[in-house]
Structures are given as C-alpha cells and as structure tokens.
C-alpha cells in the first residue's frame, strides 16, 4: 500500500501562477483533508470532502479550489498564487468510523 | 469550537533524559485528543490517541500522555528519550460528534547526545 501520495514534492511559482497540488489514497478512505503547515502556526484546515461528491470549506479556504475528483482524489488548486501562499501543504484522508487521520509526505511549495 | 495550546516551542533535552510536552486545550464539548509526530521532512504520523476510557494512553515508540479533565490538558511524556526521537510534536483535538482537527502550534523536541 502506498498510502497517501502527493504530487509534486516541491514547486516554486511565480506570483499570479496557478497551479494543481494532486492527492491520491489507496486506502479506500471516505474523507479526504488539505491542510497547510506554517512555522509556528501548526496545520490550519484548507478544504476537506467528506465523502465522494461533497466539498467543504476549511478555516483558511481563500485563494484556493478543491476538487474531489472520485473517493480516491483530492485536489487542491490555486487559481492565482500569492507569496502568503507559500507553505507546506498536506493531504489527509480518514476512514467511516475512525477518528485517525493519515497524512501524506507534502508539498513544499514557494510563490515568489 | 475548540482550541490547542502548547505551552513550549522548542524543548532541547540530552538522551535518555526524561521529556514532558504540554498540551492545553479549550473545547466547550466533549472531545478526543491526538498526539502527531513529524520527523524532518515528513508527513505526520500519529503517535497516540485517547477516545475514553483510562486517562493514560500508551503510543508508539515508548510515549504516554495523560488527559486532565479538569485542567483540560494532555500532556506527552517519555521516561528516557533517544536521538531518534528528535521531531516536531502536534498536539490535536476535535469534537466527539465534530470530524475536523484542530491542531497546536507544535513543540520541536531536540534529542542532544
């Protein structure tokens, strides 16, 4: 089992870009998470989908789009990039019924 | 809604030292608390929960924590810690009916030899 992918691992974008941060999970999960990591500030919730077909917004959801494409992908897109978009961004995912949420390995990603 | 402080932002200790990470929550309905490790470079890793039952929970790799109803607090502890165990340490709660995370700034745990 792979777990849960991202794609890619690193990416530097220039300001007004956009680009497609991708999530896969092998797991047969229900919920699927985006979350971004800032030093000092922990994970903030960006969007998650509970179950295939339902988006929702997270605590900090502005400047980005998801997608739940099927139950295994979830993806998270930034329209036009800004500098305060500049983070670590993780996928999660979580079965029916459990209260872990397992944690994909990230995408540095840096808007200059 | 709820909330997570933790109390220290990095904590540098020598090995086989003992180590306590502290973990304060605010939360105005029941809840579940979760330890999450992040070794560098990373995703995070779950280290232990507590859902009910014993307020002391053993985790992975030799950890405990305590939940503290009435100081809400749930502190990580581990009696002798090793050079691998040097990470980022997320403290989390949600609600019992609530499925979102909320997540603790973090305390760097720096293991010196």
């Known amino acids: 089992n792979a777990g849960v992918t991202q794609t890619p691992k690193f990416q530097v974008l220039k300001t007004g870009q956009s680009m497609t941060l991708q999530c896969a999970q092998d797991?047969?999960?229900?919920?699927m998470y985006w979350y971004r990591q800032d030093p000092g500030m922990g994970l903030r919730l960006i969007y998650y989908s509970a179950s295939e077909g339902t988006t929702d917004k997270g605590e900090v959801p502005n400047g980005y789009n998801v997608s739940r494409l099927n139950k295994r992908e979830f993806s998270l897109r930034l329209e036009s990039a800004a500098p305060s978009q500049t983070s670590v961004y993780f996928c999660a995912s979580s079965p029916v019924g459990s209260y872990e949420q397992y944690f994909g390995p990230g995408t540095r990603l840096t808007v200059t | 809604a709820q909330s997570v402080t933790q109390l220290d932002s990095q904590v540098p200790v020598f090995e086989e030292a003992p180590v306590e990470l502290r973990c304060n929550y605010s939360?105005?309905?029941?809840?579940?608390l979760f330890w999450y490790v992040q070794y560098p470079n990373q995703g995070l890793q779950l280290l232990l929960k507590y859902l009910s039952g014993s307020t002391l929970v053993k985790g992975i790799n030799g950890f405990e924590a305590e939940f503290n109803k009435s100081q809400t607090s749930f502190h990580l502890r581990k009696p002798s810690v090793h050079i691998s165990d040097t990470a980022e340490y997320f403290c989390?709660?949600?609600?019992?009916?609530?499925?979102?995370?909320?997540f603790g700034q973090g305390t760097i745990l720096t293991v010196h030899p």
């Open positions: 989390a709660v949600r609600g019992t009916s609530y499925g979102k995370l909320t």
């Open positions: 797991m047969n999960h229900n919920s």
């Open positions: 939360s105005s309905v029941s809840v579940y």
